[in-house]
């Protein structure tokens, strides 16, 4: 009997023990963090308990954070899987957005290649002149009917260093390489200061021999664009058309002895476009222009942000059904930054005055958009301001340069601070002796292309040299704006489309003192009831 109460004895033991180790062990998995979808523990509340020292709040992580995204869970500080999939799709859409605002200037310098070899110039000898002046059928930021534009691409790896001859009597001229960075002036403030020359376009790495007689300009890429102005005679373009037709030269140097014969087409008569994609189509434009140009054409950082998206030198762009539609809606997000950006600046110092009517295209007054000459680094907002909605960046459009250049002055809203209306009247007020040594204009453009407006005029413009308006007595001018013109100034009045909205650049070519101390000051819009 004993003998048979020791073994019962000693089996409950043995069940007891294995009894308490299922216990511990099933409180040892409690303990670890749950296999991916499976439901976390719910952990103390009080988690200064878990630690042997006083841990700061601030580097610690909630178990539960709400966000923009949604909310964020989190064992421990480690996120749950959906967590971690919002995360993700957040950030690839964050670097969508910001590879749109961003590489702006490079897609818009690729629509403008493809543009001008559209109207035929696919070679740098074959130029697009503005013979007739540009009108509202060309898709151009905001371009100007003012002066006679002659527009040719450079590719600098086909051709190798390349010769432009400027004639005597250019007006403001510029080449801008592939990511719109400035490259040099020509004509009236570049160094030939209007006289003429040769210059010499040399591409990334060029370690050849530099011939003397040329202003020599190295390029940090292969595609460069020469943009050339030349000013009316008389309120006529012929002699500018002219003088690109007979005395433009463009050739490699290479073939100097024997360059290509010049071909000239009329732009005038063309339409064409040349404004960057605002949908899916942009990355596909900035893919072209990566994988075509020198790895090094942009600092590393800004290149691994297009990389993150898929768009790399040398691979497809081929983004997944997920990754594809995380762009998509990130090109709309980008671009209603940019339009925000452009038409309604939040940094104070773009306004030329106390009013909320006129702005610069050039915040800080730097063509490089620096802030405090670099020590606050690049004012990236300032520079989507401009390239989204214009083209040219040379010193000479952002400096004070008296009587020399051109100055520019964007307009968006009335005195009311509404945006302007193709539905209604308005009139703005140009005060006399405008501060401009050559001439003034105002050219009323398209929000959405940001063209010039498509009416029935063919110059949706007023210039103080080819329009002959009526001044008042004292040498000031009304300008006029509307659906219809006002009785005996149709001279004044440039029509607006009911429907539309519209915007203008007042532009001063040759720009005086008084445009910089602000003596001299553009009246604001004003609605006729």
């Known amino acids: ?67 923009r995204i949604g909310t964020l869970t989190y064992f421990d500080g480690m996120p749950d899987v959906d967590t971690v999939q919002k995360v993700y799709n957040n950030l690839d859409f964050m670097r969508g957005v910001d590879v749109f605002l961003n590489f702006i200037p490079a897609t818009s310098i690729e629509a403008l290649r493809r543009g001008m070899a559209e109207a035929g110039a696919k070679a740098s000898h074959q130029v697009v002149v503005m013979d007739d002046l540009m009108n509202a059928n060309q898709l ?154 020198p790895a090094d054409f ?83 907002d300032a520079r989507t301001l401009f390239f989204y909605s214009a083209t040219v960046n040379t010193p000479a459009m952002a400096a004070k340069m008296i009587g020399v250049g051109s100055q520019y002055a964007f307009c968006a809203v009335d005195r009311d601070g509404n945006y302007l209306d193709g539905n209604r009247n308005y009139k703005l007020h140009i005060p006399a002796n405008v501060p401009a040594k050559d001439f003034w204009s105002v050219v009323v453009y398209d929000p959405q292309t940001r063209s010039e407006l498509q009416t029935a005029q063919q110059f949706p413009s007023k210039n103080s040299l080819k329009s002959p308006l009526v001044y008042n007595e004292d040498g000031s001018v009304d300008l006029y704006y509307g659906p219809s013109a006002p009785a005996g100034l149709e001279n004044n009045w440039t029509e607006t489309v009911p429907g539309k909205g519209w915007f203008i650049l007042l532009r001063l070519y040759g720009p005086l003192e008084p445009w910089f101390d602000k003596s ?3 009246g604001e819009f004003e609605l006729l009831r």
Not at 316 to 325: E, I, L, V
Request: charged share 20%; net charge neutral; with cysteine.
């Open 1 to 67: 009997m004993r003998k048979h109460l020791k073994q019962v004895i000693k089996k409950a033991a043995v069940l007891v023990c294995l009894c308490l180790s299922v216990i511990a062990c099933g409180a040892d998995v409690a303990d670890r963090p749950p296999a991916n979808g499976a439901e976390a523990p719910v952990p103390p509340a009080d988690k200064s308990t878990l630690y042997n020292t006083p841990i700061p709040a601030e580097i610690m992580t909630p178990d539960r954070v709400e966000s």
């Open 140 to 293: 151009f930021l905001t371009g100007n009917t003012d002066t006679v534009y002659a527009s040719a691409f450079l590719d600098l790896q086909r051709d190798g260093a390349t010769v432009v001859e400027v004639p005597p009597g250019a007006g403001p001229g510029t080449v801008n390489d592939a990511f719109f960075r400035f490259v040099v002036d020509m004509g009236s403030p570049g160094p030939d200061r209007g006289k003429g020359g040769k210059y010499l376009i040399l591409p990334p790495g060029y370690d050849g021999d530099v011939p003397e007689g040329y202003f020599v300009a190295k390029s940090r890429t292969y595609v460069n664009w020469l943009i050339l102005r030349g000013f009316l005679v008389d309120g006529k373009p012929d002699a500018a058309s002219r003088m690109w037709r007979t005395g433009l030269k463009v050739y490699p140097l290479s073939g100097a002895d024997a360059p290509p014969a010049m071909e000239y087409i009329n732009g005038s008569a063309l339409v064409f476009n040349t404004i960057h994609a605002n949908d899916f189509k942009f990355y596909e434009e900035l893919h072209a222009v990566i994988d075509r140009e």
């Open 298 to 380: 942009i600092e590393p950082q800004l290149l691994g942000l297009a990389t993150a998206i898929g768009i790399q030198k040398g691979k497809r762009f081929q983004p997944d059904a997920r990754m594809r539609g995380i762009l998509e809606e990130a090109v709309a997000v980008g671009n209603a930054t940019a339009r925000a950006t452009w038409l309604k600046p939040r940094d104070q110092s773009a306004y030329f005055y106390d009013e909320k009517c006129w702005y610069t295209g050039f915040i800080g007054g730097d063509y490089q958009w620096l802030i405090d000459g670099g020590l606050g680094g690049r004012n990236m």
């Open 520 to 522: 001299w000051q553009p």
